[in-house]
């Protein structure tokens, strides 16, 4: 599994993760993860995908996941500049509009300021 | 025709490779990235599903094996197994909220391929997936 890397900016978590999205490495993501998303000083997930070049059904689930846990504890879930393989896995099982979108990191400044 | 055919352990890093390798091959063919990657993703699917499925429950992984039969207008890919047998998709398959956190895969494949359907013959489970090529897809 490639590296997470873990940014804070006030209330915002903002993971950047650079490898696939697949069956592979859901489960050491989710372990990974663990520590950020039971942060009670985090308001806002972020996961940064524009360095994601494969996503899977089960990378899918693991997005919707990531955003039901943060939206059964009133927290926000954002996708980061998904790159256009996300873009189209998504789109093929209509989700695209199911997630809040960052367009850039210019959107990401907005939030975190 | 070209036929190439791949085999590999039931893992989730295993049958990723295989896919990949499908992948390696077609891009090396100068067939069209896009449509590599739906491939790639449909092979990838069909995988994760004897992965979850065929063999779930067994003391170790069993085999798959992927072949693909390549002509210039059309591919054909069967991905093989020898566990539990797939009865192939019901209607519910297609039915899920946005808020599902699983059980996708074979619809990714239907809205990826031409045509896939599902046999079963001395209990080697066959998927087969099949997408028309057009000529522009070549980048010869």
Known sequence: ?113 | MIEKTYQGQATPGSTRNLAKSVAQFLRQQSLNPDITYDIELAITEACSNVVLHAYSGCESPGEVEVTLFLDWDKIEIKICDWGRPFPGPTEEVFEFSPEDESGRGVYIISQLMDRYYFETTSKKNKLILEKKLEENLWNH
């Open chain 1, 1 to 113: 599994m490639e590296p997470l890397n873990v940014e804070k900016k006030g209330n915002v978590s903002i993971i950047r993760y650079s490898g696939e999205l697949t069956l592979e490495v859901i489960e050491s993501l989710k372990k990974e993860m663990q520590d950020h998303l039971s942060d009670e000083g985090t308001s806002t997930l972020v996961m940064d995908l524009s360095q994601t070049v494969f996503l899977d059904s089960s990378g899918i689930g693991f997005l919707v996941h990531l955003n039901n846990r943060k939206k059964s504890h009133n927290k926000e879930f954002y996708l980061l500049q998904p790159s256009p393989q996300v873009r189209k896995t998504l789109s093929l099982v209509k989700l695209l509009d199911f997630f809040h979108i960052l367009k850039n990191e210019e959107e990401l400044e907005n939030l975190t300021s």
